[in-house]
């Protein structure tokens, strides 16, 4: 499986971005896709989840500035990421998941940097 992410860059504070994460397959095989990312000096942390089409999972620090969508036909997920501000910094990775014999498996994109400043 492989998962490329783009999408990311320079933007100044209160704009927007939009990332995408193309999948190598289907992303009907996966049983769940995600968003993390991961700040200078940080932990890598869970942005936003996608399970089906219809659910769609934030950590309050972000639900109201990010959304996340599929499009099935296209393998892709998308992030929108609206009124930037300089602690969205950090590199966006994508991540799919499927049932394994011994629990999930995860496949992460290579990451796609997004670098916020005025």
């Known amino acids: 499986v492989q998962l490329q992410a783009s999408g990311g860059g320079s933007a100044q504070p209160g704009r927007s971005l939009r990332l995408s994460c193309a999948a190598s397959?289907?992303?009907?095989?996966?049983?769940?896709m995600a968003w993390y990312r991961q700040a200078p000096g940080k932990q890598r942390e869970l942005v936003a989840d996608?399970?089906?089409?219809?659910?769609?999972n934030y950590p309050s620090s972000v639900k109201d500035r990010f959304t996340v969508s599929r499009d099935n036909a296209k393998n892709t997920i998308y992030l929108q990421i609206n009124n930037l501000k300089p602690e969205d910094t950090a590199v966006y990775y994508c991540?799919?998941?499927?049932?394994?014999?011994?629990?999930?498996?995860?496949?992460w994109g290579q990451g796609t940097l997004v670098t916020v400043s005025s």
């Open positions: 996608i399970p089906d089409i219809s659910t769609t």
């Open positions: 397959e289907t992303i009907f095989s996966f049983t769940r």
């Open positions: 991540k799919a998941e499927r049932r394994g014999f011994s629990g999930p498996v995860g496949y």
